[in-house]
């Protein structure tokens, strides 16, 4: 069965403080795996997609990696806003395009 | 240019009543889709339309009827509803089916 992990469920850091999220997936073939940043009450924004292992994508202070079985979602000198719910999501070959969802970290950033 | 658009925003509902929720995209997608997000939990897939004129059931349609009402519109029915529906809905659409979902903002529903 196609399963999403994401560990830990929340993670509260200081400002300035590196980390780094996990996604780990089981899919039959993947074909994408997926991040978004989704805001209180808002809905998921996308970050990035990544097709192979070895393929790395970068946006401000965030870098996210794959491998063939997880993802990393590796967060340098945070600030208070990237405080947010990250959510990870893999596509596997099918009939269609159904991502599969984790349940998303919880980051809380505090100056 | 303002992505995608969900109404209403938030709903109150009795068991057994029946409503509509509204999506629109602007950016020329063909494909749309329709989630729901429960704590703990990931979004789940209840429908989506890979073109206009079709439709099909994700993993979680039962309870849910949904129209693609022409090529930007994609409309999601709960003709009776049920606590257990209690969510928030997500409309999400893309450039076709291989590529990247946009989300839009969300309708909170409460079913009493």
């Known amino acids: 069965e196609d399963q999403v992990t994401q560990s830990p469920e929340a993670l509260r850091l200081q400002e300035g403080e590196s980390s780094s999220l996990n996604c780990s997936y089981t899919?039959?073939?993947?074909?994408?795996l997926f991040w978004y940043r989704q805001d209180p009450g808002k809905g998921p924004e996308f970050l990035f997609t990544l097709y192979s292992a070895g393929e790395e994508k970068e946006k401000e202070r965030l870098k996210a990696t794959l491998t063939k079985k997880e993802s990393f979602l590796h967060i340098t000198a945070p600030k208070p806003e990237d405080s947010a719910t990250y959510l990870c999501a893999v596509r596997a070959s099918g009939g269609y395009n159904k991502l599969i969802f984790g349940a998303g970290t919880r980051l809380a950033v505090h100056p | 240019n303002a992505g995608v658009t969900q109404t209403p925003k938030f709903q109150v509902l009795k068991t057994g009543q029946s409503m509509t929720l509204q999506c629109a995209q602007d950016?020329?997608?063909?494909?749309m889709y329709w989630y729901r997000q429960d704590p703990g939990m990931g979004l789940r897939l209840i429908y989506y339309?890979?073109?206009?004129?079709?439709?099909d059931k994700g993993e979680v349609p039962n309870g849910y009827n949904v129209s693609r009402l022409n090529k930007r519109e994609f409309s999601l029915r709960l003709e009776s509803a049920a606590p257990s529906q209690t969510s928030v809905y997500f409309c999400?659409?893309?450039?076709?089916?291989?590529?990247?979902?946009?989300f839009g903002p969300g309708t909170r529903l409460l079913v009493l």
């Open positions: 899919v039959s073939g993947l074909r994408g």
């Open positions: 339309s890979a073109s206009e004129g079709t439709t």
């Open positions: 950016m020329n997608h063909n494909s």
């Open positions: 999400a659409s893309s450039g076709d089916p291989q590529e990247t979902q946009y």
